[in-house]
């Protein structure tokens, strides 16, 4: 007897995490249980034995082994296009899931059609908050407390810190912007329509524009706290100036390609304002001396020297 073709797809990108993505794929199949699911693993070229390592742990799991880094994006689309299944799951590999996870935001998802894009509540490993599963979208505003570092000086502020919504705790039901792509469901049939990621991205960003582009068409994403994981942040790139300068990169995409085109030029030169307040910031801590300020100029000298790059954007 042939298995009916399942309601759900589960993708997950794997670069260099090979435990981390043992222990995600452990807990994703530990902890659902109403929902019918395959798993496709697409692994970056790992040089840590991440692919032989999934083969022999979970066979059920439909793994396909690139030989080059495709990106997230790229490795999302290949597999989303391949996908037979009504609802897709994008999961990150530094990622475990918690009890009925999955279940519950297939559940609502399909109770809010009107969301289009759903996702949950994220927690660090020590079971505080990690905000990073959704976000608001970058304004003129956001930009300029972001770049003036009333962001971090007013991180609970709604109001200074728009972008990640203050003191909300993602605790309730709510409309955001962005669902973060650690953790995001969408129907097949409305990834297809957006033509899935945009592949220029090829790290961060992606979701944000995947999101932004589904608002257009009168979708507003959502949230539930019922769907919570656990997300570390960053597993598999854990080199700090080069993530900084990726996401610096990927926030001037959004900004070009989402701003009305008069509002572009003031944009990136937020952008260019938030790297130079910084590397002067760095600057001046380095002169009192020590390992951590050497180590903090360094890291934004080469962010500022790589800033032609993300101010271009991709």
Same mark, same amino acid.
């Given at each position: 007897?042939?298995?009916?073709?399942?309601e759900?797809?589960?993708?997950?990108?794997?670069?260099?995490?090979?435990?981390?993505?043992?222990?995600?794929? +452990?807990?994703?199949?530990r902890?659902?249980?109403r929902?019918d699911?395959?798993?496709?693993?697409?692994?970056?070229?790992?040089?840590?034995?991440?692919?032989?390592?999934?083969?022999?742990?979970?066979?059920?799991?439909?793994?396909?082994?690139?030989?080059?880094?495709?990106?997230?994006?790229?490795?999302?689309?290949?597999?989303?296009?391949?996908?037979?299944s009504?609802?897709?799951?994008?999961?990150?590999?530094?990622? +475990?899931?918690?009890?009925?996870?999955?279940?519950?935001?297939?559940?609502?998802?399909?109770?809010?059609?009107?969301?289009?894009?759903?996702?949950?509540?994220?927690?660090?490993?020590?079971? !505080?908050?990690?905000?990073?599963?959704?976000?608001?979208?970058?304004?003129?505003?956001?930009?300029?407390?972001?770049?003036?570092?009333?962001?971090?000086?007013?991180?609970? !502020?709604?109001?200074?810190?728009?972008?990640?919504?203050? !003191?909300?705790?993602?605790?309730?039901?709510?409309?955001?912007d962005?669902?973060?792509?650690?953790?995001?469901?969408i129907?097949?049939?409305?990834?297809?329509?957006?033509?899935?990621?945009?592949?220029?991205?090829?790290?961060?960003?992606? +979701?944000?524009?995947?999101?932004?582009?589904?608002?257009?068409?009168?979708?507003?994403p959502m949230?539930?706290?019922?769907?919570?994981?656990?997300?570390?942040?960053?597993?598999?790139?854990?080199?700090a100036?080069?993530?900084?300068?990726?996401?610096?990169?990927?926030?001037?995409?959004?900004?070009?390609?989402?701003?009305?085109?008069?509002?572009?030029?003031?944009?990136?030169?937020?952008?260019?304002?938030?790297?130079?307040?910084?590397?002067?910031?760095?600057?001046?801590?380095?002169?009192?001396?020590?390992?951590?300020?050497?180590?903090?100029?360094?890291?934004?000298? !080469?962010?500022?020297?790589?800033?032609?790059?993300?101010?271009?954007?991709?």
């Amino acid at each position: 007897m042939t298995r009916a073709q399942p309601e759900l797809t589960v993708i997950i990108v794997s670069y260099n995490t090979k435990q981390l993505t043992l222990a995600c794929l +452990e807990t994703l199949y530990r902890n659902t249980h109403r929902t019918d699911f395959d798993v496709v693993v697409i692994d970056n070229a790992s040089p840590d034995g991440s692919a032989e390592a999934i083969a022999q742990a979970f066979p059920q799991v439909t793994l396909i082994a690139s030989d080059e880094n495709l990106g997230f994006a790229a490795a999302n689309n290949l597999i989303a296009q391949q996908a037979a299944s009504e609802w897709l799951l994008l999961l990150n590999p530094d990622t +475990e899931v918690h009890e009925n996870a999955v279940d519950n935001l297939l559940a609502f998802a399909k109770a809010h059609p009107e969301a289009g894009i759903t996702g949950g509540r994220t927690v660090f490993p020590d079971g !505080s908050l990690n905000a990073l599963s959704c976000l608001n979208r970058i304004t003129p505003w956001s930009a300029f407390c972001m770049a003036t570092g009333m962001t971090t000086i007013f991180r609970n !502020s709604s109001f200074f810190n728009p972008e990640n919504m203050g !003191s909300w705790k993602r605790d309730s039901v709510r409309q955001v912007d962005i669902v973060v792509g650690c953790f995001l469901m969408i129907r097949r049939e409305l990834w297809q329509e957006l033509g899935g990621f945009d592949l220029k991205f090829f790290m961060y960003g992606e +979701e944000a524009d995947l999101c932004l582009r589904a608002a257009k068409l009168g979708y507003q994403p959502m949230v539930t706290p019922d769907a919570q994981i656990m997300h570390l942040v960053g597993a598999s790139s854990n080199k700090a100036a080069r993530k900084i300068a990726m996401v610096a990169k990927g926030r001037t995409t959004l900004i070009r390609d989402h701003w009305p085109k008069w509002q572009v030029p003031a944009g990136v030169a937020l952008m260019w304002l938030w790297g130079a307040l910084r590397i002067t910031g760095a600057r001046v801590l380095s002169l009192r001396g020590g390992d951590k300020g050497r180590a903090t100029r360094e890291k934004w000298e !080469s962010i500022w020297q790589a800033r032609r790059e993300w101010l271009s954007g991709y």
